[in-house]
């Protein structure tokens, strides 16, 4: 079973960027797609962005296209999001999740990092 530990949230000012961490333990996470997933209070937990285990293909929202970059370092077992150019409607609770081996949903998620923005 991986754990999943977020870091990285805070709270930023409108045009700011944070980055966002992902450590995995218990188990490598070379094999496995990632993404990132968010909760606003009041809304619906909704996709970010995706990577797959070999960080070649990459899927972003609409709402984040151009502004957010996925990333992954597979030898340290982190996944990483860079949020650029936030705006108060990026804030929300943001999750990190493994999905499952040949499967379109995610199995493992973290406890969530709390990202703030000022405006």
């Known amino acids: 079973q991986v754990q999943l530990v977020e870091s990285g949230g805070g709270l930023a000012q409108a045009g700011g960027s944070l980055r966002l961490s992902c450590a995995a333990s218990?188990?490598?996470?070379?094999?496995?797609?990632m993404g990132w997933f968010r909760q606003a209070p009041g809304k619906e937990r909704e996709f970010v962005a995706s990577i797959s285990w070999s960080a070649g293909t990459t899927y972003y929202a609409d709402s984040v296209k151009g502004r957010f970059t996925i990333s992954r370092d597979n030898a340290k077992n982190t996944v990483y999001l860079q949020m650029n150019s936030l705006n108060p409607e990026d804030a929300a609770v943001y999750y990190c999740a493994q999905r499952r081996l040949g499967a379109a949903e995610y199995g493992s998620w973290g406890q969530g990092t709390q990202v703030t923005v000022s405006s």
């Open positions: 218990g188990r490598t996470i070379s094999s496995y797609a």
